[in-house]
């Protein structure tokens, strides 16, 4: 199987139907840390107003990928634009147009839930009255309008992802990146997050995040990118990374050559007698 397959039959398109500019492109992207590669000479274009997953298997490169399309990791080789601007060239026109949810949020924890949104929307440069009103919305739409003046080191898991994605959101960007946005996210924070982006892409956004959870992507994504081993191995629309494929589970085994494993012999003392 070659490492990287092109299924849409050209990246500036979305399944050859579109020709709308593409929300990010990357070109030849490198990145080494010491002798290991963790991103191998990638290209890929994203489709604008798409629910995009990135999707690997752990160690596939995902994180240091997103970290470099966002501006936070310099590559060691390539280019890389986010709505026809550079990121590395003209960073403050492309950190306009972003929103940002990184995996290991840090957040500013001695602050409440509504004084770290009223912190971000001035450090954008909306008008007082603007960010108040967004962050009221915000609050109350997320459900943390009970919890907004409680101090942000006392949120749980599923609090602090749901307030990094208000912060993210708040300056209405058109390309949203995600890490990992429902890692260790109860359910009910997962379908109130889940409903805020369906909504945020029917608006004509973009949405970009990575998960290794195959069910979680093939339920919420229209276009799908696959890594391994710093290498995209398929990209395209849903349908067309599952191909033949019962569900994108067992088309991404196939594309990452991860078979079934005969864990039979090398266990066979557990589970018994004891």
């Known amino acids: 199987m070659p490492e990287q397959t092109d299924i849409t039959g050209g990246a500036s ?3 050859g139907a579109s020709t709308a500019p593409p929300a990010v492109r990357v070109q030849g ?3 080494r840390f010491g002798d290991q590669v963790a991103v191998s000479g990638i290209d ?3 489709p604008a107003g798409k629910f995009i997953g990135l999707v690997g298997p752990n160690g596939a490169g995902k994180t240091t990928t997103l970290s470099m399309v966002t501006g936070l990791l310099r590559p060691d080789m390539g ?3 986010v709505g026809g601007h550079d990121v ?3 960073p403050v026109a492309v950190k306009a147009r972003i929103g940002v949810l990184p995996e290991g949020l840090r957040l500013f924890e001695r602050l409440s839930g509504r004084e770290l949104l009223a912190y971000t929307g001035r ?3 909306l008008p007082g009255v603007e960010v108040d009103k967004r962050t009221t919305q915000l609050l109350d739409v997320l459900d943390l309008a009970g919890a907004q003046h409680k101090l942000v080191v ?3 898991t599923g609090m602090r992802k749901k307030i990094g994605l208000a912060a993210a959101l708040l300056h209405n960007p058109e390309v949203l990146f995600l890490d990992e946005p429902f890692e260790g996210v109860d359910p009910v924070s997962a379908q109130t997050i889940r409903g805020v982006l369906e909504r945020y892409t029917r608006s004509g956004a973009t949405v970009v995040f990575s998960s290794h959870v195959m069910e979680l992507v093939e339920s919420l994504c229209d276009w799908v990118a696959v890594m391994a081993a710093g290498r995209i191995r398929a990209r395209g629309t849903l349908a067309e990374v599952r191909g033949d494929a019962p569900s994108l589970q067992d088309a991404f ?3 990452v050559g991860a078979g079934a494993r005969d864990t039979g012999q090398s266990l066979d003392w557990l589970g018994g007698a004891r």
């Open 13 to 15: 398109t979305a399944g």
């Open 29 to 31: 992207l490198w990145k």
């Open 44 to 46: 890929l274009e994203l």
């Open 79 to 81: 280019s890389i634009e």
């Open 88 to 90: 590395w060239r003209d």
């Open 123 to 125: 450090l954008r440069g």
């Open 154 to 156: 006392d949120y749980s």
């Open 253 to 255: 085994l196939e594309l």
